[in-house]
């Protein structure tokens, strides 16, 4: 299904690996780093969104815009588009570019700002991919939930590189009625809920 990537895709996918493994090595202060997803997580990612059921298709913490270029493959292959919030205006230039070097504007749209402050607009998520600060995952899983549809899929990343500080919402996760939860030992780990039949 997403063989072969398009090369203007692959092209930039390619530069924003390589410029994200030079950060973790060449002292780039942590507000500028990509902390980008590594490769495989992208296509976990694209094939879970491919699967998920009618509903927005949105993405909180887009940085220079790698994870997004995965779902786009998603989007292309399902006719559908992603919405991405990224806060800071540098990480929303380099996503600008991204977008458009990559040639997929036309399945993305990108939301500068707070996440929090947006998803009101949203009540029908079919697929969300969280990956902002660790701290406010909790907010985000309380706000994500009940506007998932039935069979909505929410996917927040480093459930195992950050679980001391995620215990307490990977522990609530796993014992909510609303959701089918678990921990995928994939990259730095993807707390994958599925909504339940609910209401
Ligand atoms: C780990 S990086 C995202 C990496 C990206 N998903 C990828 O794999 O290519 C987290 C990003 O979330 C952004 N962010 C943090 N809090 C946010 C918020 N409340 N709303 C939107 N973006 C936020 C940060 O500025 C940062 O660029």
């Not at 203007?8 to 060449?26: C, F, K, N, V, Y």
């Not at 707070?114 to 706000?143: M, N, P, S, T, W």
Request: proline share 6%.
């Amino acid at each position: 299904m997403f063989h072969p990537i398009p090369d203007a895709i692959l092209a930039r996918m390619r530069e924003l690996e390589e410029r994200d493994g030079r950060d973790r090595t060449d002292g780039t202060p942590r507000p500028a780093r990509l902390r980008q997803i590594p490769p495989e997580t992208g296509k976990f990612l694209a094939i879970l969104a491919a699967s998920s059921p009618a509903g927005a298709m949105i993405e909180i913490g887009t940085s220079a815009g790698y994870s997004a270029l995965w779902l786009t493959l998603a989007c292309q292959a399902t006719g559908r588009s992603l919405t991405t919030f990224e806060v800071l205006s540098e990480k929303v230039a380099l996503a600008r570019e991204t977008f458009a070097a990559s040639g997929v504007e036309d399945v993305v749209t990108l939301i500068a700002g707070d996440a929090r402050q947006h998803l009101a607009a949203f009540d029908r998520i079919g697929f969300c991919f969280l990956d902002a600060e660790k701290e406010v995952y909790a907010d985000y899983y309380e706000a994500v939930v009940p506007r998932l549809v039935n069979g909505g899929l929410l996917v927040a990343d480093n459930a195992t590189s950050h679980r001391e500080d995620l215990q307490p919402i990977l522990d609530r996760a796993l014992a909510d009625p609303r959701v089918d939860a678990l921990i995928v030992p994939i990259g730095k780990g993807e707390l994958v809920c599925r909504k339940r039949n609910w209401e």
